[in-house]
């Protein structure tokens, strides 16, 4: 009998490697095996539903991620998989082993997670920092299981006052600083110095000359959207007339799907000057007539068939910081993004003018760096 349990086991664990395999050209899946043996079938058939309804690849890398590590928790925490939908009480449990006091740990060895519970998530690879999980970690994990109860077709406890209560105190109990995905931005004068380094014609210096230059001017573009960037996606436009100069050359970039919008919407961007000149010498260079815009290069400078994967664009950037003599650790791909903003409040660019470029849907948000970069120089910075 146990032997007969124990091989059908087996066969799930199969049976799910071979359903996530269907959809990992959508999904592209690192830990599969290890997945397979963690989600459920009801997990893996809502994953496939998901990619069905046409859901953006990064939105379910996101919440596979988190589906993941929900699963690895609750299966820590309860020695049973999650149930759907989960009670109250999981979810209170859920932000009381994540968002807890390191000073109140210190003298009561009860608070925040269990240290079996912590030992197991380690052991799996779940957990690596030390110390309470960032809010917007536990809120967005949270949302996640709030998207897949309802895809389920449950409602969930996620907007009882007791879960929102318990949140806010226990953020208020232990404040964390809010760290930028960049602690710093890559503005003008940083992204002149990370152009300088990209001073041949090779084919890598033209190829990342053009992404550092295309992600900037369009507006601060995700490091997704430049990886995924096609050059179907590309329109060419009339020359920009411009009073003693030649006409500039201008793009047009069709986005599609994004983070923020949907594939139905044909939000476009657009490139003047020497963004175009630059995406135009490595187009040209790299002969590159469909397909994917940006591509690896292997060791003996042959340009691949294949896009370059969003963190190639990270590491790109990470390179060229270094190479300008700059530090990377203080700069990423999301610089580009929060330094364009910057850089239009520098130049006095209107906000709505900018936005209409970054595609920022929050006011709240894209006024921020505004406003850091107005309040640093400013007279009520200059008091005495």
């Known amino acids: ?69 929900l699963e690895a928790w609750g299966l820590a925490a309860t020695q049973k998989s999650l149930p759907w939908p989960a009670p109250e009480a999981l979810l209170l449990k859920f932000v009381a082993h994540h ?6 740990r210190e003298t009561d060895a009860e608070h925040g997670m269990p240290t079996d519970v912590d030992e197991s998530l380690r052991s799996q ?32 406890a996620f907007a009882s006052p007791a879960l929102k209560s318990a949140i806010r105190l226990a953020i208020r109990a232990a404040p964390r600083q809010r760290l930028r995905k960049s602690a710093k931005a890559v503005t003008g004068d940083v992204l002149a110095k990370l152009l300088a380094t990209c001073a041949t014609d090779s084919l890598r210096d033209l190829r990342d000359r053009a992404i550092l230059m295309v992600a900037f001017a369009s507006g601060g573009r995700r490091r997704s959207e430049i990886a995924g960037l096609r050059r179907e996606q590309l329109t060419v436009e009339p020359p920009i007339e411009v009073p003693d100069g030649p006409p ?4 047009a970039l069709h986005l599609g799907r994004t983070k923020t919008s949907t ?7 657009y490139l003047t000057g020497r963004s175009v000149d630059a995406l135009n010498a ?16 292997g060791r003996w400078g042959n340009v691949s068939r294949r896009a370059v994967d969003p963190q190639s664009i990270n590491a790109i950037i990470k390179q060229r910081v ?38 920022h849907r929050s006011v709240q948000q894209a006024s921020s760096y505004y406003n850091n970069a107005t309040r640093r120089s400013g007279r009520a910075a200059r008091m005495l």
Not at 131 to 151: F, I, Y
Not at 284 to 291: F, L, P, R, T, Y
Request: hydrophobic share 40%; aromatic share 6%; proline share 5%.
């Open 1 to 69: 009998m146990a032997i007969a349990r124990k091989q059908s086991v087996l066969s799930g664990v199969e049976r799910r490697s071979v359903e996530l395999d269907t959809i990992a050209s959508v999904l592209p899946i690192d830990r599969r095996d290890e997945l397979a043996e963690l989600l459920t079938d009801q997990d893996i058939e809502t994953l496939r539903h998901l990619v069905n309804e046409g859901m953006g690849a990064n939105t379910l890398r996101a919440l596979t991620s988190d589906l993941a590590y």
């Open 99 to 104: 968002l807890w006091d390191p000073q109140r």
């Open 125 to 156: 690879g779940f957990l690596k920092a030390v110390g309470p999980h960032a809010p917007a970690t536990v809120r967005r994990r949270l949302a996640n299981w709030s998207t897949l109860t309802r895809w389920r077709g449950f409602d969930g």
């Open 248 to 251: 500039l050359p201008s793009l």
């Open 263 to 269: 594939g139905e919407q044909d939000d476009v961007v």
């Open 282 to 297: 490595w187009m040209a260079a790299a002969k590159i007539e469909s397909g994917s815009v940006f591509r690896g290069i």
């Open 322 to 359: 270094e190479m300008a003599g700059l530090e990377p650790g203080e700069f990423s791909a999301h610089g580009l993004r929060s330094g364009y903003l910057t850089e239009a409040a520098n130049c006095g660019i209107p906000l709505p003018e900018a936005m209409e470029q970054s595609r």
